[in-house]
T-cell receptor, first 115, second 108 residues
Framework: GAVVSQHPSWVICKSGTSVKIECRSL??????MFWYRQFPKQSLMLMAT?????????EQGVEKDKFLINHASLTLSTLTVTSAHPEDSSFYIC???????????FGPGTRLTVT | AQRVTQPEKLLSVFKGAPVELKCNYS??????LFWYVQYSRQRLQLLLR??SRESIKGFTADLNKGETSFHLKKPFAQEEDSAMYYC??????????FGKGTLLTVNP
């Protein structure tokens, strides 16, 4: 149990367009979902925390108008990269928290390339 | 501010040799620490957490508050242990701060 999926697994888009990434907890209801960004050969950087039915909480330095997060249900959160630029190219990973603890289950990640 | 430091980007050992992956942290409160592992082409998964004090796949980690360390150890490395290892520190609202990771290679 505790499987988290992400869709798409990879996406290529043109500069100036928007891209939506979905994160789903398949067999449990997530109390919270987290969005991370991972640059090549670097660590995961937390971008935002997302709770169902409320506004996401963004980490310092993350543009909320650039990275729109919607948490429509207890099993689905989406990250939309708006007006994407090449510097947004990265690996985006979500995780879903089960319960009120540090128990996070990670998705497989989405590779975004902006040309 | 909380911080996690993994001083070694790369660590290479031979099969059967002991391995230790270092992790140091900076945190003003009572820390909750974790080790995550990412095998090739797989997602990040929890290896162990300090509060459970259990051994997973032969790995152990002891929290040393005096040295602010949480090093991961295994007495006899196996080839299947080759992976990326991340140390993580739990903060407020269940957020995790990750170290930069150590790529462990176990040679035959």
């Amino acid at each position: 149990g505790a499987v988290v999926s992400q869709h798409p697994s990879w996406v290529i888009c043109k500069s100036g367009t928007s891209v939506k990434i979905e994160c789903r907890s398949l067999d449990f209801q997530a109390t919270t979902m987290f969005w991370y960004r991972q640059f090549p050969k670097q660590s995961l950087m937390l971008m935002a925390t997302s709770n169902e039915g409320s506004k996401a909480t963004y980490e310092q330095g993350v543009e909320k108008d650039k990275f729109l997060i919607n948490h429509a249900s207890l099993t689905l959160s989406t990250l939309t990269v708006t007006s994407a630029h090449p510097e947004d190219s990265s690996f985006y990973i979500c995780s879903a928290q089960r319960g009120y603890n540090y128990e996070q289950y990670f998705g497989p990640g989405t590779r975004l390339t902006v040309t | 501010a909380q911080r996690v430091t993994q001083p070694e980007k790369l660590l290479s050992v031979f099969k059967g040799a002991p391995v230790e992956l270092k992790c140091n942290y900076s945190y003003s409160g009572s820390p909750e620490l974790f080790w995550y592992v990412q095998y090739s082409r797989q997602r990040l998964q929890l290896l162990l957490r300090h509060i459970s004090r259990e051994s997973i796949k032969g790995f152990t980690a002891d929290l040393n508050k005096g040295e602010t360390s949480f090093h991961l150890k295994k007495p006899f490395a196996q080839e299947e242990d080759s992976a990326m290892y991340y140390c993580a520190l739990g903060g407020s609202n269940y957020k995790l701060t990750f170290g930069k990771g150590t790529l462990l290679t176990v040679n035959p």
